[in-house]
């Protein structure tokens, strides 16, 4: 038994979540519900933070573990729910009647995905993710417009339960081959044919989360139809979880390396090349953002498939500044969106004259995406080639920059959009506080991360470290 | 009854689940088929647990896990399919068409 201390963080989160349930029942007004939401989200990320250094196992030994990796995500994904909070006061996009409903969920699939990072039990890491999971597909299905949120829920929760059940025959054959269910024991297998199906079958799971391409298919669909805040979730938290057990399984995976590698450049191609060949068609703005998170799930892959160190790293750092960079066009979807509806090319048209801040936000958006500096996204990606470079994979980062390349057109044309085009309608856009306040972090933090990446890089380099560690 | 015996009615089992979530096109059969790979999974579980591994107990609790999990999961997939068919009066893929994936 170690130090239950170690749990806060997710306590907090707990704690929020019975709260929330609470006043839900109570039927408080939604302001207030909001409110008491947002306190516990920011909370929890000043609880993560406290603990950020922290290690240690508060549970039984070998379960649960809390270390730099875990830290480091848990941070990025309860700083995805603390600005969802913020932009979603008004929750405009949700059904009215279950608008004082959403944070419950919203809590709860940040519990899952808290306990997901730090499992290290097959069956810890299987249930936290399907506590993940639930909690997202219900939020998916609370669209305004009934008839399309049940069309994009149904989609959502039948994909994600086919590839959780793919997962789940995948973990039951890693079990059969290593006897075991906890991680240090697989790591020490030896090497045969049904653990490497076993590990591939499993990271099913991770790809639907992460929307890598044969599991990308409900992206789109659900990005566009979902509301804003649900899909600014789902977009943020959900990687960051992802990529944590996807480096969890890679690393213990290591018997079975070379095929694991193999699979994952070839998705990792097919990922990035789709996702951006598609994305230059869409007109809805929602829409574009599913195909460009396909091809960034792409990039990612690029770092964990090298299985170094470095490697790892840069994947770690990709995801968690990516929070802020694919936070941005959110903030702008969520306020612009605020009658239910999707923003678009068009409605977009002379966003700079309507509230500079909101453009702004979208510009730093789109040039951390594109991989332009001064922000992050421009470092993210600096760092990725240069891992693969280092072990040798050439061709990748070739393919890889001529991606980046094509992608650049379609976020440019979003910014044009935005800054040269007249605007058809010139009221001003209202934002709230809250909204603001959300606006400038995200703001901040991408263009911080990019100019002084130092720091943010020294705690990535730690946390890979650290799940090497685990690794022996 | 061997080893292999048990992980051949699984994979069996499994690949029916699979071709029903990719062929069929009525939504609670893609639901089955769902359930199909899950029980696919668990009896992989209990053929490991009795012929593999020497804990006592793990296996066994895995499936117990799996089963209660299953039980929520269909609860919210079916209330959404229930939503769809008041939407919609049809539970097919095909009437799903709104979006275009």
Redesign the interface.
């Known amino acids: 038994m170690g130090s239950l201390e170690l749990f806060l963080p997710e306590a907090t989160v707990l704690v929020g979540a019975l709260v929330a349930f609470v006043l839900a029942i109570l039927r408080v007004p939604q302001r207030i519900a909001w409110g008491a939401a947002t306190v516990f989200g920011i909370a929890s990320v000043v609880m993560t933070a406290v603990y950020l250094n922290a290690s240690g196992e508060p549970f039984f030994a070998g379960i649960y573990r809390v270390d730099a990796l875990s830290q480091l995500l848990k941070l990025g994904i309860t700083g995805s729910l603390a600005l969802t909070l913020l932009v979603g006061r008004d929750l405009a996009s949700f059904r009215v009647s279950t608008r004082v409903d959403v944070p419950i969920f919203l809590f709860f699939a940040t519990l899952g995905m808290m306990a997901l990072v730090s499992a290290t039990e ?2 810890t890491l ?2 936290s993710l ?1 506590l993940s999971a ?1 909690a997202l ?2 939020i998916a ?1 609370l669209q305004r417009r ?10 959502y ?2 994909y994600g ?2 590839a ?3 997962s ?2 995948g ?3 890693i ?2 081959s290593a ?3 906890y991680l240090s024991a697989i790591m020490q297998t030896t090497m045969s044919p049904v653990f490497a199906v076993g590990i591939l079958l499993a990271l099913c799971g991770v790809f639907f989360k992460l929307a890598v391409f044969p599991f990308h ?2 992206a ?2 659900t990005y ?2 979902a509301p804003h805040e649900a899909v600014a979730f789902i977009g943020t938290a959900s990687k960051v979880a992802a990529v944590g057990l996807l480096v969890r399984i890679v690393l213990f995976a290591a018997p079975a390396g070379e095929a694991i590698t193999i699979a994952l450049l070839v998705l990792s191609v097919l990922s990035m090349t789709i996702g951006n060949l598609a994305a230059i068609r869409q007109h809805d703005l929602k829409r574009l953002l599913a195909w460009s998170t396909v091809a960034h799930a792409g990039y990612l892959l690029i770092g964990l498939s090298t299985m170094s160190t470095v490697g790892v790293a840069s994947g770690l750092f990709y995801v968690v500044t990516y929070v802020p960079i694919v936070f941005a066009p959110f903030v702008v979807v969520c306020v612009l969106g605020r009658d239910g509806s999707n923003p678009t090319k068009a409605s977009i048209a002379g966003l700079y004259q309507r509230s500079p801040l909101l453009a702004f936000t979208l510009l730093v958006g789109m040039f951390g995406l594109a991989g332009i500096p001064p922000t992050a996204g421009f470092v993210g990606k600096w760092f990725l080639f240069s891992a693969a470079i280092e072990k040798g994979f050439y061709w990748l980062v070739i393919v890889a920059a001529l991606n980046a390349t094509v992608s650049l057109y379609y976020y440019l044309l979003i910014v044009k959009e935005a800054y040269l085009t007249p605007a058809t309608d010139a009221s001003e856009v209202r934002m709230s506080g809250a909204a603001q306040a959300a606006a400038c972090v995200v703001v901040v933090a991408a263009i911080a991360f990019g100019s002084f990446p130092r720091h943010v890089w020294e705690a990535c380099e730690a946390a890979a470290r650290a799940a090497f560690a685990v690794a022996g | 009854m061997t080893l292999q015996t048990w ?1 051949l009615f ?1 994979l069996v089992l ?1 690949a029916v ?2 071709y029903a ?1 990719l062929a069929r096109r009525n ?1 609670i059969a ?2 089955i ?2 359930e199909l ?2 029980n ?3 009896i ?2 209990l ?2 647990h009795r012929f ?4 006592p107990a ?2 066994q ?2 499936v117990l ?2 089963i209660g ?1 299953a039980a ?2 269909v609860a ?2 079916l209330s ?2 229930l ?2 068919y ?3 009066k049809a539970i097919d893929v095909q009437d ?1 068409e ?4």
């Open positions: 097959l069956l299987y249930v399907e639930y597909y219900v299905a009934e008839r399309m949120g049940s069309e994009v829920a149904a989609k929760v039948l339960a086919a959780s059940a793919i789940l025959y973990i039951s054959l079990y059969g006897g075991s269910t298919a409900w789109p669909d566009e139809g | 992980l699984a499994f689940g699979l979530v939504l893609i639901l088929g769902v790979m899950l696919a999974a668990n992989n579980f053929a490991f593999v591994t020497n804990d793990v296996g609790i895995v896990f799996v999990l929520a999961e919210i997939a959404i399919v939503a769809v008041r939407e919609r799903l709104e979006l275009k994936g």
